[in-house]
């Protein structure tokens, strides 16, 4: 027993000599963020560490205030910053996102780039529908889905789901237009006034947006046409001039094709669009419309989804 006595304190004796002792830390002395740096496009989050030791080289877990420089953005006590979609361009910008803890602070940039703009698609939702909002209210700006006509034709729109390769979800939108005269669909940016919420018609002016930050980028769109007619795509500007438009008869002018009943994913480089549409893409009023007129276009069967502005790499 004495011998397994000796053997059990030896033990003790030689775990203890070897055991680390944990030292209480400190104040912190020193403070960073990670990352040191960091890009993301307007519209997407961000999350920011603070790493903060002190004179012994121990971690110190601290609270820092976060705050941002440019008001590109917000940031989240616990550090998350948020790239707003309205901070002004043009883009790309710096940002400087600042955690401060007692006597000490530092300081990190973000770069925020532009970010593709979602004229119908569902990842990035922006649209609108015309008669459906239920909480609109006076001098409201928004962006609205118009299905017009000339009185000797219609178009109707309807949500159609799961039919397509290029989907990003499962709503995308069919267009069916009929008749012998003009008619179609625009996406458009309007302001609403004198009417009331969840408006069943309502009063409405045709608002123009700056867009320019996109003129070295392209309109991409995922389409598809049923019937053998060819229809106009277009791009509005907001100052009441036709030839200031950009407008193109989709098979024959854009792709150099016949219609085929086939999808296609379709990019339209805004720097090669018409010189003055190109030079004044700070008043869009409508970014993407469809219309037939007559023959060679009415009538159309047509399904359309993930229509984007995107800005250039």
Known sequence: MRLQHV???LGLVFLFSCADVMEPTGDPVSMSISPSSASISKGQTKRFTVLAYDNKGNFVDVNPTWSVQNNLGIISSSGIFFALLEA???????????????NLSSTVPIIIKLAPLGIYTETYPELHYDRCP???TNDHEAVIMLAWDDGTAACNLTPSYGYGEYTEGTRGLKIDITGTGHAGVAIKYAVFSNCPAGFPGGIYDNLGRDLSAY????????????????????????????ADDYERLFFSQILGIAPDNQ??????LLNNVTPSLANDLQNISVPFG?????APSIPITVYVDNILWVPAD
């Open 7 to 9: 053997f059990l304190l």
């Open 88 to 102: 002004p361009g043009p883009f790309p910008k710096t940002e400087y996102i600042t955690a401060t803890y007692q």
């Open 134 to 136: 239920l909480s609109e």
């Open 215 to 242: 003129s070295n980028g392209k309109i991409t769109f995922d389409i598809k046409c049923e019937t053998a007619n060819d229809f106009y795509i277009k791009v509005e500007e907001n100052d009441g001039i036709p």
């Open 263 to 268: 999808w296609h994913h379709c990019e339209i």
């Open 290 to 294: 469809l219309h037939g007129w007559g």
